[in-house]
Nanobody
Framework: QVQLVESGGGLVQAGGSLRLSCAASETGIWVAPVAWYRQTPGKERELVASIAVNTTVDYAVSVRGRFTISRDGMKNTWWLQMNRLKPEDTATYYC?????WGQGTQVTVSS
């Protein structure tokens, strides 16, 4: 069973930045898509950003120009750099590798 360990969430003021990290427990090189999702209470989990196997990057419209997803395939680690954060970015953020999910990390943006 692959475990994904997330870190980097927290409380930040609007306009600030946070960087989320996700690392896979298994060694070896994963040829698989990676992604970040987020979820708020009562709403469905939504895709925030992703990197496909062919390295195509995609972002939700609401975060384009503010968030950047990146990965280090050799270290099975990927990141989500979040800049110019807004209160509406407040959510629990989850990383995903293939079919595996992280445990979630809370991001709270105060106005």
């Amino acid at each position: 069973q692959v475990q994904l360990v997330e870190s980097g969430g927290g409380l930040v003021q609007a306009g600030g930045s946070l960087r989320l990290s996700c690392a896979a427990s298994e060694t070896g090189i994963w040829v698989a898509p990676v992604a970040w999702y987020r979820q708020t209470p009562g709403k469905e989990r939504e895709l925030v950003a992703s990197i496909a196997v062919n390295t195509t990057v995609d972002y939700a419209v609401s975060v384009r120009g503010r968030f950047t997803i990146s990965r280090d395939g050799m270290k099975n680690t990927w990141w989500l750099q979040m800049n110019r954060l807004k209160p509406e970015d407040t959510a629990t953020y989850y990383c995903k590798l293939a079919k595996y999910w992280g445990q979630g990390t809370q991001v709270t943006v105060s106005s």
